[in-house]
């Protein structure tokens, strides 16, 4: 299954910086986007809204299923205000996950195969993931 990641920050700019990081890592094979404001081409500022992740979601029509990855509460409240406007709640599931490692763990599982159920797993796992062990 085609399978491909959104990034929704309020900083497109930061949603970019995770983008960079994850295909360093995972490599450029998957199809991410990235979502948010503040750019140098938007001078509304910083923000994110569900017209901008319709626009991603566009950019991905190719894609068989979708998994959004936010950083803070009112991006999961965009995208799910345009899953909703667009009946989309089959192709596109929101990942509860660290922004920055949840994005890697599901980018490198679905760079492997595996399916978006593991690739939400692996996100959701990040959590518990401690960055000095402790």
Avoid: Y
């Avoid at 965009?78 to 490692?101: F, H, K, N, Q």
């Amino acid at each position: 299954m085609n399978t491909a990641l959104i990034i929704v920050s309020h900083s497109k700019l930061l949603a970019l910086g995770v983008i960079e990081l994850v295909h360093a890592l995972a490599g450029d094979d998957l199809a991410m986007v990235a979502v948010g404001g503040g750019d140098e081409q938007d001078s509304g500022g910083f923000g994110v809204n569900a017209s901008m992740v319709l626009e991603a979601m566009a950019e991905l029509s190719n894609a068989d299923e979708i998994g959004m990855i936010g950083d803070v509460g009112s991006s999961f409240l965009a995208t799910g205000a345009a899953i909703e406007l667009e009946g989309l709640g089959g192709r596109v599931r929101m990942i509860d996950c660290p922004m920055v490692e949840g994005a890697i763990a599901c980018a490198m599982t679905l760079s492997m195969g595996g399916s978006l159920d593991e690739a939400i797993e692996a996100g959701q796992h990040a959590w518990e993931v401690r960055k000095l062990g402790v």
